[in-house]
Nanobody, 118 residues
Framework: QVQLVESGGGLVQAGGSLRLSCAASGLTVGIYDMGWYRQAPGKEREFVARILRIGASTRYADSVKGRFTISRDNAKNAVYLQMNSLKPEDTAIYYC???????????WGQGTQVTVSS
């Protein structure tokens, strides 16, 4: 059974930093294109960042480029999102994602709340 468990969210002032963690079980993060998404109140879930299984290449939404960094620790079977220079518009629930391209389905965590005050 696949489980993705996010942690590390919280309340931070604008300009501050947070580090989100996604602990995986039932799958190996090193063979998935692991990603982070977020959903703000009243908005649709949107892509934030992804780290590819091949070469650990990374992809970012334009809104977070230069501020967020996604990384992976294969030994801990975990994925991280370092968020710096946070803005109030980064306030959202952040979700860890693992797309199963073979089965055509996505695995999601339960989410962790990030709130950035101005």
């Amino acid at each position: 059974q696949v489980q993705l468990v996010e942690s590390g969210g919280g309340l931070v002032q604008a300009g501050g930093s947070l580090r989100l963690s996604c602990a995986a079980s039932g799958l190996t993060v090193g063979i998935y294109d692991m990603g982070w998404y977020r959903q703000a109140p009243g908005k649709e879930r949107e892509f934030v960042a992804r780290i590819l299984r091949i070469g650990a290449s990374t992809r970012y939404a334009d809104s977070v480029k230069g501020r967020f960094t996604i990384s992976r620790d294969n030994a801990k079977n975990a994925v991280y999102l370092q968020m710096n220079s946070l803005k109030p518009e980064d306030t959202a629930i952040y979700y860890c994602n693992a797309p199963n391209q073979v089965l055509g389905q996505n695995y999601w965590g339960q989410g962790t709340q990030v709130t950035v005050s101005s």
